[in-house]
C-alpha cells in the first residue's frame, strides 16, 4: 500500500500564497510514478490541478492554474509540493495529492491509484 499525508491547507485572503505538502510511503518501486494534486468544491466533481513525474519532465497543470501554482517534488523526502501564489477565491476547495504508477501523466481522477486524505484551502475575498 502507498500512503499519502497532506499538510498546508488553510485560510488567506484573495491574492495570498500556500504551500502544501503531500509525504509518501509504502511500497516504492513504481507504485506511484506520478504525483497529482486533484481538488474538489462543494457541489462539484474532482478536478485536476496539477501532475509530475518522479523521474523528471514538464510537469501538467490545469489552465485554471498555469502561472500562480508550482508542482514540485523532493526525492530524499519522497514528498511533492504544490505552491499556490495569487489564490483566487475560486481557489477554495478541499485540495487531495494523489499517486499512479502510469508514467504518461494521467489528468483523471480514476486514473489515480491511492489518495490522501486532503486539507482545505479557502481563499476569502
Known amino acids: 500500500q502507498v500512503q499519502l499525508v497532506e499538510s498546508g491547507g488553510g485560510l488567506v485572503q484573495a491574492g495570498g500564497s500556500l504551500r502544501l505538502s503531500c509525504a509518501a510511503s509504502?511500497?516504492?518501486?513504481?507504485?506511484?510514478?506520478?504525483m497529482g494534486w486533484f481538488r474538489q468544491a462543494p457541489g462539484k466533481e474532482r478536478e485536476f490541478v496539477a501532475a509530475i513525474r518522479w523521474s523528471g519532465g514538464s510537469p501538467a497543470y490545469a489552465d485554471s492554474v498555469k502561472g500562480r501554482f508550482t508542482i514540485s517534488r523532493d526525492h530524499a523526502k519522497n514528498t511533492v509540493y504544490l505552491q499556490m501564489n495569487s489564490l483566487k477565491p475560486e481557489d477554495t476547495a478541499v485540495y487531495y495529492c494523489?499517486?499512479?504508477?502510469?508514467?504518461?501523466?494521467?489528468?483523471?481522477?480514476?486514473?489515480?491509484?491511492?489518495w490522501g486524505q486532503g486539507t482545505q484551502v479557502t481563499a476569502s475575498s
Open positions: 509504502g511500497r516504492t518501486f513504481n507504485s506511484y510514478a506520478t
Open positions: 494523489a499517486a499512479t504508477p502510469r508514467v504518461v501523466v494521467p489528468t483523471i481522477a480514476n486514473q489515480y491509484d491511492y
